[in-house]
């Protein structure tokens, strides 16, 4: 598939491209963060959302724990009823 346009060649022959000039991605140094009004408490809100997601990593992750054994000793059970069931 060829480019935007209908020129395949690249680098292309004209020069628009260097007369644009792109913004800043970075969200510290926009215009619209540098101006904005801080919020109260800020700080404690950004730890506040820290606590709250490690906290609901750590229950996912005990909760997959738990699963993993459970699953594991059904798999065990089941395994030695057909050992004992074969055995007879």
Do not use: Y
């Not at 480019?3 to 690249?10: E, I, K, M, R």
């Not at 800020?42 to 699963?67: N, P, S």
Request: one cysteine or more; a negative charge; glycine letters at 4%.
């Amino acid at each position: 598939m060829s480019a935007v346009g209908h020129d395949t060649v690249f680098p292309r022959k004209d020069n628009v491209f260097k007369k644009k000039e792109s913004l800043p991605f970075d969200e510290a140094q926009s215009i619209v963060w540098k101006e904005r009004e801080p919020i109260a408490n800020e700080e404690i809100l950004r730890w506040l959302g820290f606590i709250v997601a490690g906290m609901l990593i750590g229950f996912t992750a005990f909760c997959m724990d738990k699963t993993e054994d459970f699953l594991i000793e059904l798999a065990v059970k089941h395994t030695q009823s057909s050992i004992d069931v074969d055995s007879e």
